[in-house]
């Protein structure tokens, strides 16, 4: 079946830790994105990738990190200078001809 | 940034009722969209509108377009318990590629 595979499904981070979430898809999807979801706040964008090779930054891309070296694949590293990273981190993707995303299931992040 | 406003924040309705959410934006769009999220879990796409419609229909939604008043409402019929999650719209205001701007949501509880 074709999805976005997220994980871990849960992780943990201390202090200083800078720690990476997975994000594959199978979709042959060009585009794919990082999203932020925090309690009443909607979904906040963290960084978007076009194509291979390219990502740009999205509105808090602050803290965070990305790579798009394979089409299939989008990680996110949260640094330690993010200083709030407890969220919920959703990734989604889109191909070219429609216009909705589908997205993972997300990776819960609590620091402690 | 957030662009859309979803009214109420939160509702609740009897299995059987019909559930009205709205959506305010503020700036000209391509496209609005309306996800569905159950809790903990990553967001489905519904239904998309563009610019130039003003109404749309999917099974038991039913999406409008009001783009004079920047605003959008999506309607449940015949509402089931299974229905129960956050709804999301999310709109396209992008010139060239495309970036989904997702409001706060309406937590929707359907009850038997």
């Known amino acids: 079946d074709g999805g976005i595979t997220q994980s871990p499904k849960y992780l943990f981070r201390k202090e200083g830790q800078n720690v990476t979430l997975s994000c594959e898809q199978n979709?042959?999807?060009?585009?794919m994105y990082w999203y932020r979801q925090d309690p009443g706040q909607g979904l906040r964008l963290i960084y978007y990738s076009q194509i291979v090779n390219d990502f740009q930054k999205g509105d808090i891309a602050e803290g965070y990190s990305v790579s798009r070296e394979k089409k299939e694949s989008f990680p996110l590293t949260v640094t330690s200078a993010q200083k709030n990273p407890t969220a919920f981190y959703l990734c989604a993707s889109k191909d070219r001809t429609n216009y909705g995303y589908t997205f993972g299931s997300g990776t819960r992040l609590t620091v402690v | 940034s957030q662009q859309g406003e979803e009214d109420p924040q939160a509702l609740s309705i009897q299995e059987g009722e019909n559930a009205t959410m709205n959506c305010s934006y503020k700036?000209?769009?391509?496209?609005l969209q309306w996800y569905r999220q159950n809790s903990g879990r990553g967001l489905v796409h519904l239904i998309l509108?563009?610019?130039?419609?003003r109404e749309k229909h999917s099974g038991r939604l039913r999406v409008t377009l009001d783009t004079s008043k920047k605003s959008s409402s999506l309607l449940i019929t015949a509402s089931r318990a299974a229905d129960t999650a956050s709804y999301f719209c999310?709109?396209?205001?992008?010139?060239?590629?495309?970036?989904?701007?997702f409001g706060t949501g309406t937590r929707l509880l359907v009850s038997p």
């Open positions: 979709l042959n999807h060009d585009a």
């Open positions: 999310a709109t396209d205001a992008s010139r060239g590629f495309q970036k989904l701007v």
């Open positions: 509108i563009r610019s130039n419609e």
């Open positions: 700036t000209s769009i391509n496209n």
